[in-house]
């Protein structure tokens, strides 16, 4: 086998041994239904039942963000009483992966 063969398949293990580890890690994910802009004043005015309006269109899918990467899109959902989200759009595996870890 020669030099470069061996290099190329030792960085490939490392990246592989790098990725299955992240498979065993905990991570923060969070949905996004939207986001608007406000003055500070408004802010501060704000009180309870005060409503906010999100600059996504109610027909839009919400933003699943995983350690702010943005690796999914979903629609709401009601599970049990309590708002849950199903997959609509998502990347692929390789993609996730390697976006968390930061593997090029």
Known sequence: MTTEKRETTKTKKTQTMQLEKLLDMQFSARLILG????????ILSLGQGAVLELDTPINEPIQVWVN??????????????????????????EERLKDMADVN
């Open 68 to 93: 702010d990467r943005l690796i999914a899109k979903a629609e709401t959902v009601v599970v049990n009483e309590r708002f849950g989200a199903k997959i609509v759009e998502i990347a692929s595996r």
């Open 35 to 42: 986001g608007c802009t406000m003055e500070i004043d408004d």
